[in-house]
Every structure is written in C-alpha cells, then in structure tokens.
C-alpha cells in the first residue's frame, strides 16, 4: 500500500513549478494544490487576464496520468460540450448514452471558465459530478476520476437558484491584477513564463488515496478547536453563514494541510486558509483574514498611541523648560544684544566667550528637586513602556520558528506576520530611544542649588 504523500521537498518543488513566473499568486497557487489534495474544488474569483486558467492548466500536471477538461460556459453552452455527444448507437437499442471519453466525466482535472453562466440542465448534471464524483450516463450511475474542478468567475451569484452549486466549490479565491509593486517585474516577464522548471515528481493517485485516508488520523488539539469556536462566533457577527457541512470540510482541509507537512495534529496557524473557505463573498475575505492576523497568529500592528502621546508630552516640556528666560534677564539680554552688534557677522574669540556666558545667564535655572522629580517621572514611564519589549522579542522568535516549518502557509502571509511583530517592536525601541533623549535633556538643565527646592506638578500622560 502507499504511502500518503509527506515528503516537503517533493511538494515544495511542484508548488515552485506552479508558480513559476506567476506573479503574486503564492495564495491561490497553494490553495489550488491544497484542496486538490483534499479532494475539493476551487473557485477563482476576478476579473479576466489573471492567470486564472493558466493555474488550471499547470494544476493537472501536478498529478501523473491526470487528464484535463477545460470549457467556457455561457448560457447557450449544451450539455454535449461538457458531456459528450450522444451515443447514436446506443440510441439504436432505445438507450440514452453519451460518449463520454475525452470530456469532463473522463477528466481528473477541469478548469470551467465563467462557470455560473450556463444553464440549470448543465448545472444540475455538475452538482452530482462535483459532489459525489459519479455521472448518470444513460440508466447507470458511473465513477468518475475527478480530483478537482477549477471554476472560474469576475463576480459570485446572487440568484438563490446557483447557491447550491456556488457552495460545492469549498476554497474561493479572490484574484486581483498585480500589485504596483510587482507592475515592473509583470512589464518584463517572458511571454511563455514556463512552468516546468527544476524536477518534480507528479503525484499518483494511489498516493492522492493515501494521503486521503490517512489524514482522519490527524489530531484536533484543544487550542484549534477553541480558534474554530472563536473563529465560528466571528463570523456570526459579520452575518455569515456557514453550513454544519462546510465546517467539516475545512477540518479535513486543516488535516490534509497538517499531514503533508508531516505533523500528527493540525494547529491554530492553519486557521490562515479558513478565510478562502467560511468566506461567502470576496469583500468578507479581509475581514476574517484581519481575525486570524489578530486574534490567532497576534501579530496586529500596535503603534502604541498612549506611549507616543506621553513621550510628546515630555518632548513639549522639556522644550519649554529650555526656551524660559531666566528671571529677572532683562540686563543679560541688552548686553547679549550689543555684544552680537560689536561684533557683527564675524565674531572673534573674545566676543564669542562673552556672547556664549550671556546665553547662558539668560537661561532659566532649575532646583535639582525639579529637575529629579522629571527624571523619575520618566523612570517610571520608561520602566512601564520598556516591560513589554523581553516578550515581544520572544514572541517575534516563536514566530520566526513557527513559520519556518510551513509548506502551504503563503509566503506574502508569512513576510506580513512577522513584519506586523517587527513594526510593533521597532516602534516601541524608538519611542523607548526618544524617551532616553527626553531624559539626556532634562539631566542637562542648568540647576541652582539655592533656588526653592519644590516639586513640579507631574506631567499629565493621560491613559
């Protein structure tokens, strides 16, 4: 018997011949290769010229001797285009038979574009073939090969007619133009990008059935399922509604996940994919996406706004405790104000020692109690603002480690985890770097020892 399919350089070599010169598409491309695994069907969702079929076509490759279907669908597409032709002679013996060879119920993998457009004959025949991988040829019910079907369209349904089929496609996938970021690298790009770079091993059906069978095995730890029941609560809030079949069908998608990376359990980070699943429209997507970010991986970018209005409040004061003119500076200001008009644009050494003790006559003097009771006050501000950075530093590690292992996590996601983690911390180490400065200039106050040694009114930092 095979074994189910396990081994991470293998897949991670047919996951670069997928994407290959295919811009922006880590997402979509390990969706396709994932749910195929899973034996589930996805559905891309945007606008024309967006390698959506292109996806298809290089998806059937990554499985020995599959054989790919693809058609357009409009609403005067017949069931023969899909199907076959009828059997003129079975027909002869009074029956209803299509020949089916070289047609969707022989394919493995089919990409049908624009698929919400044909009619409800050809819609109700796809729903069994989706579903339960089984054709009605005539009187006998036949087995297909079916892996997965590709389906492909600019916008969902919103006739209740098509839910039904619209809910048989269990990944869906939003796929935009490139980025302006990546506009260049598309302007450049070879007109045959090729996808069949470096050696891949295809994945054989005995193995597609392995791996099937043995990801029941995958455990469910406690963590995950309670990330689910949040994630369920989630989605109740945004008015989405996710069938009792759908959720079932997003563990096995976890399982298959967790067991070609080689794990015995799945984990809360898989949770990454469930956005392209409990998703009923594409605009949801960001939104439950922004969930995971947050509430799962916890790596939201914080800016740490009280901390930047605390260390602007002391920036302000320490500004004004510098610009105050000393009391009773009138005289040292005259005489500052000549000593600059002797001297004109040019001043010599004399003149410059004399102008340098007047300035600093003029400059407010400051008991050491006032000036002792500001650096505590941002002691303690810096001890509060600085308590938090040990763990952070620890969490970005756990982080890097965690997201070192991931074969199907993509790598745009990954990049934007750690980068939330890395912004949280870098903001933090300036505001902490600003804070010390603050401090410097506090401590460089020119203190008299016998003025009256009260305390300021503290700062207020507010919350």
Do not use: C
Request: aromatic share 6%; net charge negative; proline share 6%.
């Amino acid at each position: 018997m095979n074994a189910p399919l396990t081994d991470r350089s293998r897949l991670s070599a047919l996951l670069a011949r997928l994407e290959a010169g295919l811009l922006e598409r880590d997402t979509a491309v390990r969706l396709a290769l994932l749910a195929a695994l899973a034996g589930e069907h996805v559905l891309l969702i945007g606008p024309p010229g967006t390698a959506k079929s292109e996806l298809a076509r290089r998806l059937h490759r990554a499985f020995a001797g599959a054989r790919y279907f693809e058609r357009l669908l409009t609403r005067f597409s017949t069931p023969e285009e899909l199907f076959g032709p009828l059997s003129l002679k079975a027909l002869e013996h009074d029956r209803y038979e299509r020949l089916v060879e070289g047609y969707l119920p022989t394919a493995s993998i089919a990409f049908l574009d624009e698929v919400f457009k044909a009619n409800s004959a050809i819609l109700n025949a796809l729903l069994t073939l989706l579903n339960e991988r089984e054709f009605d040829n005539g009187s006998a019910r036949a087995r297909v090969p079916l892996i997965s079907v590709v389906g492909a369209t600019n916008e969902v349904p919103a006739e209740e007619a098509l839910m039904a089929f619209h809910d048989r496609f269990l990944v869906r996938v939003p796929v935009a133009g490139v980025s302006d970021a990546a506009f260049a690298a598309l302007l450049v790009l070879p007109a045959e990008a090729s996808a069949d770079t470096g050696v891949a091993e295809p994945i054989t059906a005995e193995e597609l059935r392995a791996t099937l069978a043995a990801r029941e095995r995958v455990a469910l730890p406690p963590a995950l399922l309670a990330a689910l029941a949040g994630l369920r609560a989630f989605a109740q809030s945004l008015s989405i509604t996710v069938s009792d079949r759908r959720w079932r069908q997003l563990v096995g998608l976890l399982r298959s996940a967790a067991l070609t990376e080689g794990r015995a359990s799945a984990e809360p980070l898989d949770l990454w994919l469930a956005p392209y699943v409990i998703a009923a429209q594409p605009a949801q997507v960001a939104s439950l996406a922004e969930w995971f970010v947050r509430e799962v991986a916890q790596a939201a970018p914080e800016d740490a706004p009280w901390l930047t209005r605390a260390v602007e409040a002391f920036e302000k004061q320490l500004e004004i405790e510098r610009t105050l003119p000393a009391e009773g500076g009138e005289e040292a200001a005259g005489k500052l104000a000549l000593a600059r008009a002797i001297g004109g644009a040019e001043e010599g050494g004399m003149l410059r020692i004399v102008s340098t003790a007047l300035e600093d006559a003029l400059r407010r003097r400051w008991s050491p109690v006032h000036v002792a009771a500001r650096l505590a006050q941002l002691d303690e501000l810096a001890a509060r603002a600085s308590a938090p950075l040990a763990d952070l530093r620890e969490a970005l590690a756990a982080l890097e480690a965690a997201l070192a292992g991931r074969l199907w996590l993509p790598p745009s996601l990954a990049a934007q985890l750690l980068g939330n983690r890395r912004h949280t911390l870098a903001v933090l180490e300036a505001l902490l770097a600003r804070l010390a400065a603050t401090r410097a200039g506090f401590a460089a106050l020119p203190v008299d020892e016998a003025l009256p040694q009260a305390e300021p009114e503290p700062i207020a930092l507010g919350a």
